[in-house]
């Protein structure tokens, strides 16, 4: 009788348990239009919800409000979710205060982002893809698709940047890849007809784009050296901004001659520049020989709010190097070329001054293709990395 009451036992502890890890698993869905939902996978646990894009392990922090409703909260990114827990489901919506964006959110429990039947066509590789492409506004880019039966993950890597990583599904000779990162959420949704691929980016209800896709063999982007450059008769950069503190940093400040000068033009709410600064991060730790400077340019309506989020994120990744509070209210790159005379142009955030030791601009970096882009990353960090003890010997 023991032996069956404890086999009892057993059995209702083993099934608890099942049905709490499942139903910590959702799907949650941010709406981009009356018919098109943008999916990501996530689970919670106590008050941490952790969202899954392929590669990338996203962890937000959940708190209670005076109204009830629950908060997801980023370590970086100043947005927010605010949602009701139905037992069965979540609803809320996704909040940016500082561009005035507002996202309808839900999340049911299960794990299945995409629907989709048996039969898949290949999209395994790089394809190059045009947005806009019959538009004036038309632009290169190249989607990296690693596939697996249906499943697959990747990224688009541009010219500025990297999409982050994505994951999805193909269904039949259509293939879909989503992520959310607690900023950036993205899909896309194309339909492969002739080895061409035709469909539409979804960047959370605000933005969309068609493009079109097609292998080509030798395509490249254009090199990010070569994108963004100086203004005739400088040599110098130069710069003169508080940092977080306060204090005034410029750059002519002693502490900066002899040393190799890495300037990095960035906003905190920009994931490439949370990318890059990671880089960046790990590079004052690697080099004694090397000083990192970032200049942030932020749509945070105050100041206040700006220096707020500066500060999360030099705290959160233990930045030992300055932060300098260039610019609030936009992050207009038109606006940040008038506070950076000695640039013919600003192109991208985030955007990577390289200065040798006697104060001359060398290169200049457009853009950061991050973790996500795969072989892409490693050989930049290999090559850039060789490039700084180069110019640290000289």
């Known amino acids: 009788m023991n032996k069956l009451l404890y086999f009892i036992f057993c059995l209702i502890i083993i099934s608890c348990n099942k049905r709490s890890y499942y139903e910590s698993n959702y799907v949650g869905f941010l709406k981009a239009n009356d018919s098109i939902q943008i999916p990501f996978n996530f689970s919670i646990q106590d008050s941490l919800m952790t969202i899954s894009n392929s590669k990338e392990v ?3 922090f959940i708190s209670q409000s005076d109204n009830d409703s629950l908060i997801v909260e980023s370590p970086f990114f100043e947005d927010i979710i605010m949602y009701f827990n139905h037992k069965d489901s979540l609803k809320g919506y996704y909040y940016n205060n500082s561009l005035d964006r507002k996202i309808p959110f839900y999340a049911k429990v299960g794990v299945k982002r995409f629907e989709y039947d048996d039969s898949f066509e290949n999209f395994n590789g790089n394809w190059r893809i045009i947005f806009n492409y019959k538009e004036e506004n038309a632009f290169d880019s190249e989607m990296i698709v690693n596939q697996s039966m249906q499943n697959v993950d990747g990224t688009i890597r541009t010219e500025t940047g990297d999409y982050g990583f994505m994951q999805g599904v193909v269904s039949s000779n259509r293939i879909r890849m989503s992520n959310f990162n607690g900023y950036r959420g993205y899909m896309i949704d194309g339909v492969l007809n002739n080895d ?3 469909g539409i980016i979804y960047r959370g209800n605000y933005d969309s784009e068609k493009f079109i896709g097609f292998k080509q063999s030798g395509f490249s982007l254009s090199d990010p050296y070569g994108l963004t450059k100086m203004k005739k008769g400088y040599e110098k950069f ?3 901004f508080n940092n977080t503190e306060g204090s005034l940093i410029t750059s002519g ?15 905190s709410w920009c994931p490439n520049c949370l990318d890059e600064t990671r880089y960046l991060s790990s590079l004052s730790k690697k080099f004694d020989e090397i000083m990192i400077t970032s200049i942030a340019f932020e749509f945070a309506k105050s100041e206040e709010k700006a220096l707020v989020n500066l500060k999360k994120l030099k705290n959160r990744l233990d930045i030992d190097y300055d932060i300098l509070l260039a610019q609030f209210g936009t992050s207009s790159k038109i606006d940040a070329a008038k506070k950076l005379p000695s640039l013919d142009t600003l192109m991208s955030y985030p955007t990577l001054i390289v200065i040798d030791k006697y104060q001359k601009v060398r290169r200049i970096h457009t853009g950061f293709n991050g973790p996500a882009t795969g072989e892409k990353y490693e050989y930049f960090t290999i090559e850039f990395e060789k490039y700084i003890e180069e110019l640290i010997k000289e």
Not at 253 to 267: A, E, H, P, Y
């Open 196 to 198: 061409t691929i035709k």
């Open 238 to 240: 130069t710069y003169s």
């Open 58 to 60: 996203v962890e937000l």
């Open 253 to 267: 400040d002693s502490k900066f001659l002899g040393k190799v000068n890495l300037v990095q033009i960035m906003g």
